[in-house]
C-alpha cells in the first residue's frame, strides 16, 4: 500500500555492485519494505532541506558509519565531521543497511570502538 501523498511508483536509484541488494534475502526485502511503509514521508521536506543539520562537535566520542559507495556519507561531508572530531568508517561492499548488507563488515568497523 503506497502512502497518502506518496506516488505509487517513486524512481529508485538503481541497484549498484556492492549495495547489497544483490546478496538481500526474501526475510531482508519484506522487513525493508515494512520500513518504507512506516516512513513518515514529511521527512523528505528536511532530507532535501539546504539547512545544515551537522553538529558543530560531539558532545561524547561518536562514530559514522557510513554505506562503502559513501552515497549517504560523502567524503566532503565525511571530513567536515572527523575536522569537528568525529570518527568516520566505512563499510565496504554495503548500501544503505550496512548491518544486513555485510554483517562481517558491519562488526569488524567497531573493532577498537567499542
Do not use: N
Not at 505509487?8 to 549495495?19: E, N, V
Not at 545544515?52 to 559513501?70: K, T
Not at 560523502?74 to 565531521?81: F, S
Request: include cysteine; charge should be negative.
Amino acid at each position: 500500500m503506497t502512502p497518502p501523498g506518496v506516488p505509487a511508483q517513486t524512481p529508485r536509484r538503481p541497484a549498484t555492485r556492492g549495495s547489497g541488494v544483490e546478496r538481500s534475502r526474501p526475510g531482508d526485502i519484506k522487513a525493508e519494505l515494512g520500513g518504507y511503509a512506516r516512513w513518515d514521508v514529511r521527512a523528505v521536506d528536511w532530507l532535501e532541506s539546504t539547512s545544515d543539520y551537522l553538529p558543530a562537535r560531539p558532545i561524547v566520542p561518536s562514530l559514522v558509519q557510513g554505506a562503502g559507495d559513501h552515497h549517504l556519507v560523502p567524503d566532503d561531508m565525511a571530513e567536515r565531521l572527523r575536522a569537528s572530531g568525529f570518527e568516520v568508517r566505512y563499510v565496504p561492499d554495503t548500501g544503505h543497511c550496512i548491518h544486513r548488507d555485510g554483517l562481517a563488515g558491519f562488526l569488524a568497523s567497531l573493532d577498537g570502538w567499542i
